[in-house]
C-alpha cells in the first residue's frame, strides 16, 4: 500500500506527535509498505529517506505549549505537489484541526484520508472559534483516530461526529532491550535514584513542582538524584533549589533514543509531574516497558494508561508534597517497585507497534476498500461495537 502520511509539526525539534510518526511509518515501512512523511524541518540534510521537507516552521502557542507549524500559500504549493507526486492509496493526517500541513492536505487531498487527533484540551477556544473554517476539512476525513478517550472528547465536544480510539504506539522491545548504565544506577550510600523527562521550559511539564518536592525527598532519602532530561535552561530551572540538594540534580540536556531508553531501565522510580494538557501519557508507557516503576500526577490521560493506579501510583496534580510523600515510600520500598514494574510489562503489550499498526491498518483498508459513506458508517458501526478500540 502506498501510504502519505503528514507530520504538522516540526521534525527535528522532540515531540510526541512528531515521534508517533516517525515510528509508525519506520514500522509500516519495515511491513513491506511503501510510506513517504512530508514534514516541517529546519535541518533538512539530517532527515531520513521517507521524509519530504516542506520547509521551515514558525512558533505557533498551541495547547499549553509552542507548536512549530508550517502553513501559507507556498506550503500549500509544496503539499500540492507531493500529493501529485506521491499517488497515495491512503492519506493519513495529524492534527488537521492545526493551522498547519495537516489541513493544507486534507483541502488538497482527493482520495481517502484518515485524521488522528492527539490534542486534549476540554476548553479549547481556538478550535471553538475555528469550526467554521475546520467544518470543510472534516467533512472530507473518511475515517477519524483519537490517541485517547480524553483526546476523542475534546474532538467530539467542539468538532461533532465521532473517532475510533486507537493509542500511540511505542516500540516496547526497545525499551526493554536497554541496558542500564551504571553511573544512571543507585550506587551504595545514595538514596535512590529519580528521572523526569521532558522540555522544561514549559511549565505545564511540571519540573517545578518536582523540584519543590524535592529537598522533602532528599531530607528522608540522603544522597538520592534527580536526573532531568530535556532541553532548556538549567541553572535557571535550579536556581530555586536549596544549595544543599542542588548538586543531587543532574541536567543531561537532550539525549538520543538509545540513552533515554537506557536511562529509564536505569533508576528507580520515573516521575511525570504534568500539569495537563496530556491526551495520552506515551513517555510513562516508555518508562513502563523500560521497566521503571511510575509516578506521576492523576490526570485523566494519565490514570487512563496506569490503569487508575494498578500498574503506577499517582499523585494529586501540582501537590509537592504528595510527590515527595509517594516518592518517598517508593523508594524505600523495593519489593512495590518490583510488583509495579512486572505488572506495567504486562500492560504496555497493548500499545506496542504490531499491536497498534495492525489496527491502523484496517482502518486503512476500510477506507481504500469501500465508497466514502460506507466507510464512515463502518468506522461509527465500529466504534459502537468496540472494534479497534482494543486491541
Known sequence: MKIG???????????????????????????????????????????????????R???????????????????AARVRRWLHDGAFDVLHVHEPSSPSLSMLACWAGSGPIVATFHTANPRSRAM????????PTLEKISA??????????????????????????????FYQRAEPRPEWQTQPGQGGTLAFIGRFTESRKGLATLLEAFPEIAAVRPGVR????GGGDA?????????????????????????????????????????GGESFGIILVEAMSAGAP????????????????????????GDAHALAKDAI?????????????????????RYDWSVVAADLLAVYEMVTTAPASVARAAEVEALSAGELLEP
Open 57 to 75: 516552521a514558525v512558533p505557533v502557542p498551541y495547547n499549553g505549549s509552542v507548536a512549530r507549524v508550517n502553513f501559507g500559500f507556498l506550503s
Open 5 to 55: 502520511v503528514v507530520c504538522p509539526y516540526a521534525w527535528d525539534i522532540p515531540g510526541g506527535v512528531q515521534n508517533h510518526v516517525r515510528d509508525l511509518a519506520e514500522h509500516l515501512i519495515r511491513l513491506g509498505h511503501e510510506v513517504s512523511v512530508l514534514a516541517p524541518a529546519d535541518d533538512e540534510a539530517s532527515l531520513p529517506e521517507y521524509v519530504t521537507p516542506a520547509g
Open 226 to 229: 534527580l536526573l532531568v532530561l
Open 144 to 173: 477519524r483516530i483519537a490517541v485517547s478517550e480524553y483526546a476523542r472528547r475534546t474532538l467530539v465536544e467542539h468538532l461533532g461526529g465521532d473517532a475510533v480510539v486507537i493509542p500511540n504506539g511505542v516500540d516496547v522491545g
Open 235 to 275: 541553572e535557571e530551572a535550579a536556581a530555586f533549589l536549596p544549595d544543599a540538594v542542588r548538586g543531587q540534580v543532574e541536567f543531561l540536556g537532550r539525549l538520543s533514543d538509545t540513552d533515554k531508553a537506557r536511562l529509564l531501565s536505569s533508576v528507580d522510580v520515573y516521575v511525570a509531574p504534568n500539569l
Open 128 to 135: 471553538t472559534v475555528a469550526y467554521p473554517i475546520l467544518q
Open 294 to 317: 511510575v509516578l506521576a500526577s492523576d490526570l485523566d490521560a494519565f490514570e487512563l494508561v496506569l490503569e487508575g493506579g494498578t500498574v503506577g501510583r499517582t499523585f494529586p496534580v
Open 329 to 349: 515510600e517508593l523508594l524505600g520500598d523495593a519489593g512495590e517497585r518490583a510488583r509495579l514494574s512486572q505488572a506495567a510489562s504486562l500492560a504496555v503489550r
